[in-house]
């Protein structure tokens, strides 16, 4: 291994994670999900030299989700039909930096840094043009730029947090290009040494080679040499494990000391009647067995939903025929509606949106925490396809708010994807305060609808008469769904 600086892996350090001062508090009231400030690896290296196995052992090792690899081989520029006949006799030149786009992919990974969905496209070797096929990334962590150019643009080394070249001896290089092309992209024998012969050698020592001066890493002999691939996933833990610190203690310091009055935010409480007093009298007794459990959870649901309605605001005046001639003025309403669950504890509103609503567009979100530290991190989401083209309101459940991060992450997945701040609506049946202290003070024009709030501290507010406190088990332990299953 031969670190640059001194023979010493320079020191990346995610953008604020210098745990030796507190975050700036004009900072504090917004949140900073951890897919603004991804972590970027670029991997560079010779045909063959085993950038792509590095790469993989990367994403093995560090066992990140939402870790994207971003191959350079995507990226080829469209050949026009003449240099389509040049490609297919192994005359057209691909390992020229000419023959990528590289402002798509600089374009690609600056949307990705700011959080942005980017769209990927798919290049075919079989028929030396890209398809119709595209994939789209949303939400990486950590991304991985692996190709031959990957130290060579100056715009990638910027957004870059570590920059690996791995130097392999050319002939090793051959001998691995030609299996992968004989095997895996359809070339005979004499075409692919003839392809190395007059193109990829050549600019390997013109153009490729002179890009390990841009790299933080060198290693020598690729996957073969362990003990450097070792030092270099343990310093990538190491600055990911700093980054999710940043996080946690952004996170944490959100909405803590700010002034909190439920009637300054557009938040409605379900209002304490003797139904509602009935309800919460079975769902808060340990005594209460699985099946009334999930009845009388289905019930709330529903009375949650029926007060969530009443954000809808787009209504038209329409008379309505009715029987014997008579007629009802009546409303029609004007905006589509969208329920998007937060896996698995909103999924047990499931049932009762069904109930209320006929015909809805539905979407999920799972945001788990890590089980070392406790960081909340996006694993899967699934939206229904320009969610922000509709007309509609946007109802985001979640049975239980505890720490408030699972549903500020959720929320700025829905900002991110273009929705508007006021079209969502926060649907959960148990919240404590911190937990609602932290998403208002991030985005004060949300919609909240709770079924019991918790408070802080002792107090007699008028929606919290049991004075139950945010410590209080029923509010800081994640019950309902594991009863609602029965995956407890």
């Keep these: 291994m031969s670190?640059?600086?001194?023979?010493?892996?320079?020191?990346?350090?995610?953008?604020?994670?210098?745990?030796?001062r507190n975050i700036d508090d004009k900072a504090i009231s917004k949140y900073i999900p951890p897919w603004t400030t991804p972590y970027i690896i670029g991997i560079a290296g010779n045909s063959g030299s085993g950038k792509t196995s590095i790469s993989q052992q990367i994403i093995h090792m560090i066992n990140q989700p939402w870790t994207i690899l971003i191959s350079f081989d995507n990226f080829y520029n469209p050949?026009?039909?003449?240099?389509?006949?040049?490609?297919?006799?192994?005359?057209?030149?691909?390992?020229h930096p000419n023959s990528l786009d590289l402002d798509l992919l600089v374009a690609t990974i600056d949307k990705l840094k700011h959080g942005g969905r980017a769209t990927i496209p798919v290049y075919s070797f079989n028929l030396h043009n890209r398809t119709s096929k595209t994939n789209i990334i949303y939400g990486a962590n950590v991304i991985i730029i692996e190709g031959l150019y990957a130290l060579y643009d100056q715009r990638l080394l910027d957004m870059m947090d570590l920059k690996i070249y791995v130097d392999t001896d050319l002939d090793i290089c051959l001998a691995r290009r030609l299996t992968r092309d004989i095997l895996y992209r359809g070339r005979d024998l004499p075409g692919a040494i003839k392809q190395w012969e007059k193109f990829v050698k050549p600019n390997a020592v013109?153009?490729?080679?002179?890009?390990?001066?841009?790299?933080?890493?060198?290693?020598?002999?690729?996957?073969?040499?362990?003990i450097a691939i070792e030092l270099m996933i343990n310093h990538i833990k190491k600055q990911l494990a700093l980054k999710s610190r940043n996080h946690l203690l952004h996170l944490k310091q959100l909405g803590v000391d700010m002034k909190f009055e439920v009637d300054k935010y557009n938040i409605k409480i379900l209002a304490d009647?003797?139904?509602?007093?009935?309800?919460?009298?079975?769902?808060?007794?340990?005594?209460?067995s699985r099946s009334d459990f999930i009845f009388y959870m289905d019930r709330m649901s529903v009375l949650l939903i029926e007060v969530a309605q009443q954000f809808f605001n787009e209504y038209t005046d329409e008379i309505i025929p009715t029987g014997n001639n008579m007629s009802y003025n009546g409303l029609r309403m004007n905006q589509d509606y969208i329920a998007?669950?937060?896996?698995?504890?909103?999924?047990?509103?499931?049932?009762?949106?069904?109930?209320?609503?006929?015909?809805?567009?539905?979407?999920?979100?799972?945001?788990?925490?890590?089980?070392?530290?406790?960081?909340?991190?996006?694993?899967?989401?699934?939206?229904?396809?320009?969610?922000?083209?509709?007309e509609s309101k946007i109802l985001l459940f979640d049975s239980q708010i505890i720490s408030g991060a699972g549903a500020i992450m959720a929320i700025q997945v829905l900002l991110d994807h273009k929705v508007e701040e006021d079209d969502i609506i926060l649907v959960c049946?148990?919240?404590?305060?911190?937990?609602?202290?932290?998403?208002?003070?991030?985005?004060?024009?949300?919609?909240?609808?709770?079924?019991?709030?918790?408070?802080?501290?002792?107090?007699?507010?008028?929606?919290?008469?049991?004075?139950f406190l945010d410590s209080h088990w029923h509010f800081r332990n994640r019950f309902i769904d594991t009863l609602y299953y029965g995956s407890g």
């Design 429 to 467: 049946y148990l919240a404590t305060e911190i937990g609602i202290r932290r998403i208002v003070n991030v985005f004060p024009k949300i919609n909240i609808v709770i079924g019991k709030l918790s408070s802080m501290e002792p107090s007699n507010m008028w929606y919290n008469k049991e004075g």
């Design 206 to 226: 013109k153009f490729v080679n002179p890009t390990m001066k841009n790299a933080d890493l060198i290693i020598p002999r690729g996957l073969d040499n362990s």
């Design 79 to 95: 050949l026009s039909p003449e240099e389509r006949v040049l490609a297919f006799s192994n005359n057209f030149d691909f390992d």
């Design 3 to 20: 670190p640059r600086n001194g023979g010493r892996i320079s020191r990346v350090t995610p953008e604020g994670a210098d745990h030796d």
């Design 340 to 390: 998007i669950t937060v896996m698995q504890s909103g999924d047990t509103f499931m049932k009762s949106i069904k109930k209320c609503f006929a015909d809805i567009k539905l979407g999920k979100l799972l945001i788990q925490s890590d089980s070392t530290t406790g960081e909340p991190q996006l694993h899967f989401e699934s939206l229904p396809a320009n969610i922000n083209e509709y």
């Design 273 to 288: 009647t003797n139904q509602v007093r009935g309800i919460n009298s079975i769902l808060f007794s340990e005594n209460t």
